[in-house]
């Protein structure tokens, strides 16, 4: 089964920058988009953003022309460049593999650990 590893969750200020890292392992479906999730204390766990197998990403709203997603096939890693924080962004983030268009909690096959991010005004 697939095996993710995130990594690079902190606490910054609003307006700050962070990239988060999930380094996918085990066998991998070609096909399978890879993606991001968030879930801030007492709400429901959200979609970020997706990338498909031929590099074409996908934005919630609320993060669109902040964060970029982005993959390195040769290292199996994904990444979540988030810049312009905001105070509304503190979750914890996770990353996950699965059935593209990977935007709901249904289409997810496996999940990383979370990583938190918090972001103080």
């Known amino acids: 089964a697939e095996h993710l590893v995130v990594s690079g969750g902190g606490s910054v200020e609003a307006g700050g920058s962070l990239r988060l890292s999930c380094v996918q392992s085990?066998?991998?479906?070609?096909?399978?988009?890879t993606g991001w999730f968030r879930q801030a204390p007492g709400k429901e766990r959200d979609w970020v953003a997706t990338i498909d197998h031929r590099r074409r990403s996908t934005y919630a709203d609320s993060v669109k022309g902040r964060f970029t997603i982005s993959k390195d096939n040769a290292e199996n890693t994904l990444y979540l460049q988030m810049t312009g924080l905001k105070p509304e962004d503190t979750a914890t983030y996770y990353c996950?593999?699965?059935?593209?268009?990977?935007?709901?909690?249904?289409?997810?096959?496996?999940w990383g650990q979370g990583t938190e991010v918090t972001v103080s005004s």
């Open positions: 085990g066998p991998t479906h070609s096909r399978y988009c």
């Open positions: 996950a593999t699965g059935v593209c268009p990977l935007t709901v909690i249904p289409d997810i096959v496996a």
